[in-house]
């Protein structure tokens, strides 16, 4: 798609995703939606970083009770006042529908339009 799918909640930023997605095929078709409005694939928590995207499923390290790096890090950040917003996989679906509905485009989180 062109720059008609540009949405101004994605233009510009970039995003990081951690733990199992559980309502998107991949990583990759995750990070090709964001890509698709405008937003950018981050290579990890830094202050470069505008989004970390925490996984519906979470991680094995949810499960032993740590956050895990990507998160404290976000953490550390957000304390240290860097504009970093930590959000739900499920903040991140609302997201892509609202630019979705802005832009006139349809996404797809199976990864079938890829």
Same mark, same amino acid.
């Given at each position: 798609?062109?720059?008609?799918?540009?949405?101004?909640?994605f233009?510009?930023?970039?995003f990081?995703?951690?733990?199992t997605l559980?309502?998107?095929?991949?990583?990759e %078709?995750?990070?090709?939606?964001?890509?698709?409005y405008?937003?950018?694939?981050?290579?990890? %928590?830094?202050?470069?970083?505008?989004?970390l %995207?925490?996984?519906?499923?979470?991680?094995?390290?949810?499960?032993?009770g740590?956050?895990?790096?990507?998160?404290?890090?976000?953490?550390?950040?957000i304390r240290?006042k860097?504009?970093?917003?930590i959000?739900?996989?499920?903040e991140l679906?609302r997201?892509?529908e609202?630019?979705?509905? %802005?832009?006139?485009?349809?996404?797809?989180?199976?990864?079938?339009?890829?």
């Amino acid at each position: 798609m062109g720059d008609e799918a540009r949405s101004d909640e994605f233009m510009g930023k970039t995003f990081c995703i951690t733990g199992t997605l559980g309502e998107f095929a991949t990583k990759e %078709v995750a990070y090709k939606e964001i890509e698709l409005y405008g937003g950018a694939r981050a290579g990890g %928590v830094s202050e470069n970083c505008d989004f970390l %995207v925490l996984a519906s499923k979470g991680s094995k390290n949810y499960a032993e009770g740590s956050k895990g790096r990507k998160c404290e890090k976000a953490e550390a950040l957000i304390r240290d006042k860097k504009p970093i917003s930590i959000i739900t996989e499920k903040e991140l679906l609302r997201m892509l529908e609202h630019a979705a509905e %802005v832009t006139g485009q349809q996404w797809d989180r199976d990864g079938a339009n890829q």
